[in-house]
């Protein structure tokens, strides 16, 4: 029997459904793993969509960083609801299958708010460097019209950029090993690592995709914080130096958080061969639930005019 025939008779041709494994090697404890995810979940989308709230309601506002913060809300919502729900039915329902065109959707839902995500903390440091150091000119530059072009180009760029990863996956990879992805949702490596076809094409673009997005923005936010805190540094009174800092604190505790577990997971799934795969999948998992939970807390906190006017609301809400 030829190399070819062997290959034909022991793998799949086109799949048309996935089986999702949750976390390999936790799979007896899956259940209760399920319920401090549910809990992150329910209270992520609460803080966020008190945020949102808060933000629409009240006219003082709607200023460029709070409205890049709403736009920051409303994707980590969409974002744990698009792994969150079929993650469950795995750990608590024993429903792996999942539909091939359905998992390459998720796959570029969840990848591309990821990059709207990256590009949003980047509008937000590009709105602090000029509000610190071009004060007087902050109001001319950011713009209502130039936040909505930002929105919409971080929008597109996103969609843009991962639509490939799934056209390559439906166009170049025919044969599968197997239709199980060792993963609890469908991430671009956890599916391409499936096929029993070269996939260094596959691999090269999604690295691509990246470091050319998380690359590109970590290296402009770097830039614009070296230059505020060069700006804030040089400011001759002690007062106006904590006031200048205060407002750029959220929006950096984001920012360490988003990245530091955004490259973390990024390079264990890829280069730690040595960690066990529970470990990976885990941080994959807490990547995508973590940021959504505490950065409505994180400015929630840090931001004046964001805590009054959701204590206000909610003594509302008692009162009546």
Same mark, same amino acid.
């Given at each position: 029997?030829?190399?070819?025939? /062997? ?22 404890? +899956? ?34 960083? *709070? ?19 079929? %993650? ?18 998720? %796959? ?5 708010? +990821? ?12 709105? !602090?460097?000029?509000? $610190? ?11 209502? +019209? ?30 599968? !090993? ?21 996939? !260094? $094409? ?13 690359? /590109? ?8 914080? $070296? ?20 407002? *750029? ?17 990024? /390079? ?43 204590? !206000? ?8």
């Amino acid at each position: 029997m030829s190399a070819g025939m /062997f290959q034909r008779n022991d793998t799949v041709f086109m799949p048309s459904v996935l089986r999702l494994t949750g976390i390999p090697g936790l799979e007896p404890v +899956q259940a209760w793993i399920g319920i401090p995810f549910c809990a992150m979940y329910v209270l992520a989308l609460f803080g966020n969509s008190l945020l949102l709230v808060a933000i629409k309601s009240e006219r003082s506002l709607h200023e460029p960083m *709070c409205l890049f913060l709403a736009m920051l809300g409303a994707t980590d919502v969409m974002l744990s609801t698009c792994i969150l729900p079929k %993650m469950l039915g795995i750990f608590w329902f024993h429903s792996p299958e999942i539909d091939f065109d359905a998992c390459l959707f998720q %796959m570029w839902l969840i990848h591309s708010f +990821q990059c709207i995500e990256s590009g949003v903390l980047l509008a937000m440091a590009l709105d !602090r460097y000029v509000a $610190i150091c071009d004060p007087l000119r902050h109001a001319a530059i950011f713009t209502p +019209q130039l936040v909505t072009r930002i929105g919409v180009a971080v929008t597109l760029r996103a969609a843009l950029l991962v639509a490939p990863c799934l056209i390559l996956i439906k166009c170049r990879l025919k044969h599968y !090993r197997t239709t199980v992805v060792s993963h609890s949702y469908c991430e671009h490596m956890a599916v391409v690592k499936l096929a029993a076809e070269d996939v !260094r $094409i596959n691999k090269i673009y999604g690295l691509f995709v990246a470091f050319i997005v998380l690359g /590109f923005d970590i290296i402009f936010i770097t830039l614009s914080y $070296i230059r505020i805190f060069v700006t804030v540094f040089s400011l001759p009174q002690r007062e106006a130096r904590l006031k200048a800092f205060n407002t *750029c604190v959220a929006h950096i505790c984001v920012f360490l958080e988003f990245y530091l577990l955004a490259f973390f997971s990024f /390079f264990t799934h890829r280069f730690g061969f040595h960690i066990p795969p529970y470990v990976h999948i885990l941080l994959s998992n807490l990547y995508l639930l973590v940021p959504p939970l505490l950065n409505p807390v994180v400015y929630g906190v840090k931001t004046k005019q964001i805590r009054d006017r959701v204590s !206000r609301m909610l003594r509302s809400v008692g009162a009546s």
